[in-house]
């Protein structure tokens, strides 16, 4: 379902991703854990181009989201100025040279330029129409405090032609009903808990009908006893199917709801695996040491 390519991320001098490569698969609900400042929260905003990728691309179903990256892709690079050159020039292996020492320039002619247009035109979708399918849940939850929970709930679906005022509203009493908060439908987010936040926050994501929702530490702006009622709610999704990507520090829900656990560090994932290998019996020496400090 989503397919991160290779993917970095630089912010100045600072690479906080070193080219990772993940597959996200449908119905799949995979927990992202690790220290704080090791790129999980990057990497899950780069999946919906809410951080842009400085190198490397993300793909959802079939679609390229991302901007293509020549780098990945042999056929552009022989289109390339450069390439034309040291072939020219009498170099082997020209293609993998100018992999190898990042060796486009910013400018490489018509012909890469054209190439990577047309790439984009056959392969890509806009940002907007990507992330119809992929709902978002922030750790500060990232309501609009000057609207009701029902306007909050339906702006998005009404704004984007998705559904009309009536079903929209219809759908967010629904979702509601779900999670026991119907009689605050006129509630403004000031009057509400964090719990009660997150749990909006969430369902302003499914209003939408998205393919996949990525949660970006739902927990950690809560206080304890209102972590319980969020994480029950998205347990009710995990069992009903729905594709999840979690950035979490709570490694008990990591535990009992993913079907696999990524662990990064320094920009990269060092070990992934079914809960049981990562949490029981982690290989490499930095889970290890990480697993020792939090568990």
Sequence with gaps: MISVKKVTKKFGKLTVLRGVDCEIKKGEQVAIIGPSGSGKSTLLRCMNLLEIPSGGEV????????????????????????????????????????????????????????????????????????????????????LFNNMTVIQNLTLAPVQLKLKTKEEAEAKAMELLRRIGLEDKRDEYPSKLSGGQKQRVAIIRALAMDPDVILFDEPTSALDPEMVGEVLDLMKSLAKEGMTMVIVTHEMGFAREVADRVLFIDEGVIKEEGPPSEIFDNPKNPRLKDFLSKVL
């Design 59 to 142: 793909w959802l179903e079939e679609s390229l989201i991302s901007a293509p990256d020549p780098y990945l892709h042999p056929e552009i690079i022989k289109e390339s100025s450069t390439y034309k050159t040291l072939t020219k020039n009498g170099a082997e292996d020209a293609c993998e040279l100018i992999v190898n020492e990042r060796k486009l320039k910013r400018y490489e002619g018509l012909g890469f330029s054209g190439a990577l247009k047309s790439y984009t035109a056959e392969h890509g979708i806009g940002i907007n129409s990507a992330r119809q399918k992929m709902g978002m849940v922030f750790q500060h939850f990232n």
